[in-house]
């Protein structure tokens, strides 16, 4: 007979390091506290406690780590490789327990030893290693990967300083370096010996080979050393954990120890700052082509390495020759900032491997997939033909060749047809020469895609039009995603147990069942449900807004948010535009009791040097100022500027959204994601037929959606014609009254000079078309304003905007990248 009744002393308790119960994370927290750590209890912070937590969440994830790597070798299974210069990736401990699924036990043991586990969550320094959306998106995409268990691996740059800190003073952004390694990073495990060399700078020269070939080798100037450093990336409730591989730059020695055998010691150190600075900083200025000497040996230095540990794989691998590469390597341009990456795996394959050529291409093109992100031509990517032959010579020569190459196969397929060539080089002639990335990018990838539908048709009829003419197949559409458990289950406890009361929890995993949503929309006691959520929601907020800016909100008015980089594009000033229209109106009529109240935030950096950004984040606190202190309108507005919008308090924003402000210049904004997790959360959207905003207003429904503004055709034909914003603010007075309060220095004490340059903008060059779509926007949010009063219908608006959010699920995105473009098939992962 077995006995059922174990003695405690001998009962086989689970190992403090991979134990998922409450007890066994406890003793694995305070064995780091002790081993890790190792400070006196006395001198333990708030930090320390924080520390050791991820380090034992940490080591529940290795098992995992190992044993995923080992399985698609073992298994010949394809891998992702995600190149990407930016990874936003957000606090890691609240994602790492959900996806373990040990938040209740982690809660328990912290609780049992006296602490907090939201207070321990708040320490975590976020790795801010992105803009905006491109890096945040890499993010998402890394979860569904490890969430739908295929093999990838993300590379990036390890920024030794993230995106800046924004402060706020006296209604300027001030930008504060951002040292986020400060405290150390206990998610990372550093690989010293997973190490490449980089070269740069020098020349490239003719010689013959063995056999009388001209060939060219590359004597290069300079090197470094990129470093890996590893973090761990597990799926929500699968074994599958991939890995994000991150190079930071290093002096190499050797080159240093010639200098200090000549007794130049310093010259030895002074390589060796110069060396680091290559991963020092990212560059802040999304959306604008920078053509900075530094960006490029950035991408560069990134991409090599990458190449290089793939190939290394490869290698290691008894049965894989590099002519196996299509088949067991998908990787993945995001956007042209690792385009370089097309001519450095031909040199790879060329001179380092002696492959031939026309093999070399085969492999190159069957290998590489590249999203692009921007139709703007300011961001596209040029670099300077003489800052490339400087620093990239070798690279240079072959892109010459994949050049001429390829347009000999343009000739071929339409004769004759001179502009076509000129428009479609690699080599941009014209304002001096430079090398076209997004040509490179196109030329050297089996598939293209756009991440909306309609960016995507965009792509086809403008920027890449020529190259759609020549490879039609190559092009396709995968609309962007977002993943449902960091900004849904993490960040939204209270709808999380809502929808989990009421659907189950499966919608973590196939976002699609929230559709089960739609028949509770019209439940009373539902919708009540529904309300106290968002409510509390928005008391959390309200108490993150006062304390960070200092101005207090009213929970039960309409909360408008737009949290997005500042940019004309975007549109922001179009906000401040109707925020002063509604003051004006309570001014001119301050008996009104009609308006509906509003809580207006905002949200969002502006790269450093962008003039017209900046300003519109003074005027948006300027505004705020006098609005906020108007005893006439503070009873029915208020404006709050979210200082320093990143992942973390994303978090508290989008929960807490009525209305989502999506209102890009029609043609401008290639998706957006911020829209999709407002959505997700049960925020009406305010929108342009923009981006992905056209496909969530199809999924909501258009009587669930509130559409203003020109399209996309009717933006491009005002523009032909010859847009004059004049004749706008002559044929609206309450247009030509806004400009000229924000003229005449309303909100600036009287000063007429701060805001001049916007004002003028918009009055004499307007190129996002503010002024030819205000009425129509104003004239929306009149109809919001008054939608709002019908709390019962705006809650089952609110409703079925979740319910039919389904779709925009990054797990639904990855899988159409796996099954069309990466063949890449599920790998299950036994531990
Ligand atoms: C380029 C050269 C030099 C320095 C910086 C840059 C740079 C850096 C970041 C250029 C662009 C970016 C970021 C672009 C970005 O975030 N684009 C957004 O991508 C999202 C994901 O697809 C879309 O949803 C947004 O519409 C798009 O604006």
Known sequence: MTDVVQNPDTAPTERSRTGLSADALRRGIIDHLRYSIGRPSAALKPEHFYRATALAV??????????????????GKKVTCYLSAEFLMGPQLGANLLNLGIEEATRTA??????????????????????????RLAACYLDSLATLERPAIGYGIRYEFGIFDQEIHDGWQVEKTDNWLANG????????????LVKWGGYAEHYLDDAGHDRIRWVPGRALKG???????????VNTCNVLTLWSAR??????????????????????????????????????EAGKHLRLLQQYFFVSCSLQHVLHIV??????????????????????????????LMRLLVDERQIDWDEAWDITVATFGYTNHTLLPEALEKWPLAMFAESLPRHLEIIYEINRRFLDEVSAKFPGDDDRLRRMSIIGEGN???VRMAHLATVGSHAINGVAALHSELLKSSVLKDFYEMWPERFSNKTNGVTPRRFLAMSNPGLRELLDDTIGDG?????????????????PAFRIQWREVKRTNKARLAEYVKSTAGVELNPDWLFDIQVKRIHEYKRQHLNVLNIITQYHRLKQNPGSSQITPRAFVFGGKAAPGYFLAKRIIKLINAVGETINNDPDVNRFLKVAFVPNFNVQNAHLIYPAADLSEQISTAGKEASGTGNMKFMLNGALTIGTLDGANVEMREEAGAENFFLFGLTEDEVERVKRDGYRPSDYVDGNGELAAVLDLIAGGAFSHGDTEVFRPLVDNLRFDDPFLVLADYASYIECQDRISAAWQDTAAWTRMSILNTARSGKFSSDRAIEEYCDDIWNVGPVTVTV
């Open 432 to 434: 001096g020469k430079s």
């Open 251 to 288: 002096a190499v020695q050797s080159f240093a120890l010639e200098a200090f055998n000549t007794g130049d010691y310093y010259k030895a150190v002074e390589d060796e700052v110069t060396s680091e600075t290559v991963t020092k900083v990212l560059y802040p200025n999304d959306e604008l």
């Open 315 to 344: 290698d290691d691998l008894a049965d894989l020759s590099v002519k196996d590469l299509p088949e067991r390597f998908a990787l993945q341009l995001n956007d042209t900032h690792p385009s370089i990456g097309v001519a450095e």
């Open 110 to 135: 912290l609780a049992d030893i006296g602490l907090d586990l939201d207070e321990v969550l708040a320490c975590e320094e976020e790795p801010g290693l992105g803009n905006g959306g491109l890096g």
């Open 507 to 523: 919608w973590l995993r196939d976002l699609g069942k929230l559709r089960g949503l739609e028949a509770f929309a019209d439940e």
């Open 185 to 196: 990073n206990p998610w990372e495990i550093a690989k010293p010996d997973v190490n490449y």
């Open 227 to 237: 470093v890996a450093y590893d973090t761990p990336i597990q799926g929500y409730g």
């Open 58 to 75: 940490r080591d529940r994830m290795q098992d995992n780590r190992v044993a995923s790597t080992q399985t698609s070798l073992d298994l």
